[in-house]
């Protein structure tokens, strides 16, 4: 794929997402500097492939990294965030399924590798 079908291949997955209820349409303003923080599916290009992925909301990543840094593992925000983290690539890959994409799921980690 050349680098623009490839844009318009994420473009595509992005709309998908956004009528699926998981992404808002960027409004009409300028976005506060808090959007950049807030839990959502991203969807981006790496290595010439279209990938989503789950970000949780800075304040859990934080919070759950923290706890891991500290030998805390079995904290309960630690179970949080990866609780969040299984359902929403659970989710994700049930949604990117039923617009007919095709996922690969990546070596390690979560997120997907999308194919038209």
Known sequence: MTTSNLEEFADRVRFDLQSAGLLQPPPPAMPSADDAVQGRPVVYIDDGQVHVDWLCHARLNAASLD???????????VRRYDAVRVAM????????????YQLDAPHFGYGYTIRP
């Open 67 to 77: 706890m891991v840094e500290a030998g805390r593992d079995e904290d309960d925000v």
């Open 89 to 100: 690539h659970t989710a994700l890959g049930a949604i990117l399924h039923g617009f007919d």
